[in-house]
């Protein structure tokens, strides 16, 4: 099967109830998250049916660094490898805006954290832990030069690992 995967405007009604379908429909148990920040992305079949989603936002503690904040496929589409798609297509983006990291994590997931370990992100332990008390963290260094991200502080920059 041939799927397409679109960059879209959240700033349109309709694509923001497309994500809001897609998240309820992909993620059942968890509380739709606010699309109207960041970069967001639809994969939909060659028919136009909408079966994959994903987030990409500024981080909130790293000033050079993307946070992959939700992902989703629909059950009936999953296996066809969008997962590692839209990951694919977060880091392309990522690298554009000249960011040199990006980070997220995984909740009892071992599906996503494959996914992430296949598209060479990494498991790492984080300052200031931001998710639930049993998630994993990854992230993955983008940029060509190999330096630390720089934390967000109180007005001043500091190299954090």
């Known amino acids: ?8 405007d959240t700033r349109d009604s309709a694509t923001r109830n497309v994500l809001l379908y897609l998240q309820k429909k992909c993620l059942p148990s968890d509380k ?11 994969v939909y079949t060659s028919t136009g049916i909408p ?4 987030g990409m936002a500024r981080s909130s503690q790293w000033l050079d660094a993307g ?25 392309a983006k990522a690298k554009k805006l000249n960011w040199n990291w990006l980070v997220t994590d995984t909740t009892a997931n071992p599906a996503s954290s494959n996914s992430l370990i296949s598209q060479g992100f990494r498991l790492y ?12 963290y990854w992230r993955l260094n983008i940029s060509k030069d190999k330096h630390r991200a720089i934390q967000r502080s109180r007005g001043k920059k500091v190299k954090a690992s």
């Open 32 to 42: 739709p998250c606010d699309v109207l920040h960041g970069h967001w992305w639809i």
């Open 1 to 8: 099967m041939k799927f397409y995967t679109r960059c879209v």
């Open 125 to 136: 332990e984080p300052s200031v832990p931001w998710a639930y008390k049993h998630s994993l």
């Open 51 to 54: 079966v994959a989603f994903a």
């Open 67 to 91: 946070y992959l904040c939700r992902a989703g496929v629909t059950p009936d589409y999953t296996g066809n490898g969008l997962q590692k798609r839209l990951i694919r297509v977060r880091i």
